[in-house]
């Protein structure tokens, strides 16, 4: 005859001393788990952080900036070694030797468009925005350091890449006039806070459409679309409508740099600056809506 078995006694449940903090538990309620980790109050310090990590963690925004810096002093450099080849110094004579850096700058702003793009619609694509979201419910703080963290990485490279290029050329052209300070300030300062507002537009770009192929098809066709059009406006009638595309195009803002403009009349000096600050202003102003309108 079997012997009947009994549950053996179980081990009392272990009492958790919690370290020295401030407590979770409600008062009068039995203490929970206190942890040592001090709780501080998020802010936006914090939120760029976390953006310069995510940013500089992912394997394409190297690949992206590589190819912006291969294009911007490659071509620049490439330019300036095919006019120095077959130029004479007649030819150079009251040139800046500055402008031939604008060759690089134009190609280089699509990487700087397309990384923009991605900073913020790669997130919707993959499903990280939820994840970032949750981390920090404040979405008008996550949009301002993706902003803040994205100018200035693309402006600190933009403005080593064109002052390289732009000691280079003034090294190797000694036939062309000097440049002034203004023409080094705008062809090194200027331009790098210009592709930098570019990129911030791209940035807020995405951040409405939240499609990375959408996003970058349209801001590519903003930069190209109005210069392409204006070329077949033959017509008398299209001539006021011509003449604006072509002096309000990104192409021709960008050789007002360079004082390389398509157009005699148009913006000059520091005008395309402003006018990329406003339209960046507007389309971020509209990013800021929408996301806390939109559910992520």
Known sequence: MSTPQHPSPQAAAPV????????????????????P?????????????????????????????????????GIG??????????????????E???????????????????LGVLTTASEYGTGMIRTTMVACPSRGRVLAAKGIVF????FVVTLVSTGFVAMVDAALFTGAREPSGGEWMKATFGVSL??????????????????SAG???????????PLVIALFMFAESLQKLREALFEYSIPSQLGVWYSTQLSETGPSGWDPLWIALGVTAVAFGAAFALLEKRDV
Request: hydrophobic share 55%; proline share 6%; aromatic share 10%.
């Open 37 to 73: 980790i001090p709780v501080v109050r998020t802010h936006l310090g914090h939120a760029i952080a976390s953006e310069w990590t995510k940013i500089r963690s992912v394997r394409s925004t190297m690949w992206t900036l590589g190819v912006f810096v291969l294009l911007v002093v």
């Open 16 to 35: 958790w001393q919690g370290a020295p903090g401030p407590s979770y538990a409600a008062p009068g309620v039995f203490p929970g788990y206190t942890s």
């Open 96 to 114: 800046s030797p500055l402008s031939f850096g604008f060759f690089g700058v134009l190609l280089g702003s699509m990487p700087i468009i397309t």
């Open 151 to 154: 100018f200035a990485i693309s």
């Open 77 to 94: 450099m490439m330019v300036a070694l095919i006019v120095d080849a077959n130029a004479t110094e007649n030819d150079l004579a009251g």
């Open 215 to 225: 996003a970058i098809t349209l801001m590519i066709g903003l930069l190209l679309a």
């Open 194 to 211: 210009y592709i930098a507002l570019l990129g911030l537009l791209s940035l807020a770009v995405g951040s409405v459409i939240r499609h």
